[in-house]
């Protein structure tokens, strides 16, 4: 199963939040010693999910309008991943300026890409990565597509995914 293919994103994302910072503390100071003390994040090659049977709900909001929601059950093995990557395949991959995908310091990934699509845009993609590849986790991502030749296939969509490895996937008949 390609989350990328099944929801229409080419990646998983993360939306950034800021809030309000009132501290009196110099924000010279303040900020030196906050980014020296911060644990940084580790670049990650690929990531893989458990062989198995998993059991995905996907909600995909953008250009379309009515959210989508899709559940759906897939059996994923050595080669089904090697062939979808979760986060884009290496053919994917190729008309990207920017492809990052970092472990943080509290076990979560991060993902962004920025890929030239031709006559498709420039299609931004941020993702956050949140649980075990193992047992389950959850997705947020967004992808943002500028510059395409037709305007409405200009925007932003969201995707939100829980998946959940279920049992070993049955031998083939």
Known sequence: MRIAAAAGLTGLALIGLSACNKSSAPPAASSAVAASAA????????????????????????????????????????????????????ADRAGCATYRLDRQPNGDLTYLSVC?????????????????LDKAYSSDSTRNIAGAADPKENGKETLTLEATWLHACKPAA
């Open 116 to 132: 030239d699509q031709g006559a498709k845009g420039t299609v931004t993609t941020t993702a956050l990565i949140h649980g075990d």
């Open 39 to 90: 644990p940084a994040a580790t670049p990650v090659a690929a990531i893989h999910r458990r062989d198995g049977l998993w059991q995905e709900r996907m909600v995909l909001t953008g250009l379309a309008g009515k959210p989508a929601v899709i559940t759906m059950q897939v059996c994923l093995d050595k080669a089904v991943e090697e062939k979808s990557a979760m986060l884009g395949s290496q």
